[in-house]
């Protein structure tokens, strides 16, 4: 199961924490992700972090968010600084078996709202 928290409405510039909880699974053994999908778009990937710590990043929020993993609570963070309106979205956390690809878990989203 993984679960999503810490969405809210915030102002341009704010910043957000959410977290990813998992359980059920050997968290370790996952590769994970955060994507967001905003309304008449399709769902794009935001950040990635492997088992090993890898991380990756699309161009658009470089700098500003941060992906870390917390192997020990089953946990996945998406630190998010300086939020733009363009940000506003439903972030779903994602988690990929390294070893068995085709294993895959999305959790049910959490919605971020970037406005004045």
């Known amino acids: 199961q993984v679960v999503e928290s810490g969405g809210a409405l915030v102002h341009p510039g704010g910043s957000l924490r959410l977290s990813c909880a998992c359980s059920g699974i050997t968290f370790s053994n996952y590769n994970m992700a955060w994507y967001r999908q905003a309304p008449g778009k399709q769902r794009e990937l935001v950040a990635e972090?492997?088992?090993?710590?890898?991380?990756f990043y699309v161009d658009s929020v470089k700098g500003r968010f941060t992906i870390s993993r917390d192997n020990a609570k089953s946990m996945a963070y998406l630190q998010m600084n300086n939020l733009k309106p363009e940000d506003t979205a439903r972030y779903y956390c994602?988690?990929?078996?390294?070893?068995?690809?085709?294993?895959?878990?999305w959790g049910q989203g959490t919605q971020v709202t970037v406005s004045s």
């Open positions: 972090i492997t088992r090993i710590d890898r991380t």
């Open positions: 994602y988690a990929n078996n390294y070893v068995a690809s085709s294993v895959e878990y």
